[in-house]
């Protein structure tokens, strides 16, 4: 059995998440979305908030692609994450040249932790490219509309959570 990892912080799960998570389908499978817990980021949302909008979003994608995708909470080295899981692949998405410059270091010091652990990069769809967490959290504090940018339901998240600042 192929099982691929795909971690992230998810804080929102934006349609470019989505796209990769549905790419990545095809390639394993069972595939286990890392949410990363990462204090450090101070996540807008909570942990249990980031896991239910991952869960709800990719109930429709693993039944269509006839995988399982399982939603795990991490807050060690992804390597560690990857073993804890059994996966022998790690998904990565690329949006820009900037992207690649940070994941071929972590590839390279996950080859040293481990070297039977693969990185796949899957590069973001063209319409996608542009679509980064942070700048959907920006928008969406100042008042502006990312509903092209994530899923209703993620869009209602963000409203609701602005709302209450």
């Known amino acids: ?14 349609l470019g998440h989505l796209d ?3 790419r990545a389908s095809a390639l394993v499978d069972r595939l286990v979305i890392g949410v990363a817990i990462n204090r ?6 909570s942990l249990d908030e980031r896991v239910g909008m991952i869960d709800a979003e990719c109930a429709v994608i693993a ?5 399982e995708i399982v939603v795990h909470p991490f807050d060690n080295l992804l390597i560690d994450c990857a073993h804890d899981v ?13 992207d690649f410059e940070y994941e071929y270091q972590m590839v390279g010091m996950n080859r040293q932790l481990d070297n039977t652990v693969e990185t796949v990069f899957l590069m973001a769809d063209a ?10 959290k920006e ?3 100042l008042g502006g509309d990312v509903s092209r940018f994530v899923s209703p339901k993620v869009n209602e998240a ?7 600042t």
Do not use: H
């Open 158 to 164: 963000l409203i609701a959570k602005f709302s209450e």
């Open 139 to 141: 928008i969406a504090r």
């Open 20 to 22: 990769i998570i549905r």
């Open 86 to 98: 059994g996966a022998g692949i790690i998904i990565r998405g690329l949006r820009a040249v900037a």
């Open 1 to 14: 059995m192929r099982i691929g990892l795909y971690p992230g912080t998810f804080d929102p799960v934006t």
């Open 63 to 67: 039944n269509k692609a006839g995988i």
């Open 127 to 136: 319409e996608r490219q542009a679509i980064a967490s942070k700048l959907v």
């Open 40 to 45: 450090d980021k101070g996540p807008l949302f």
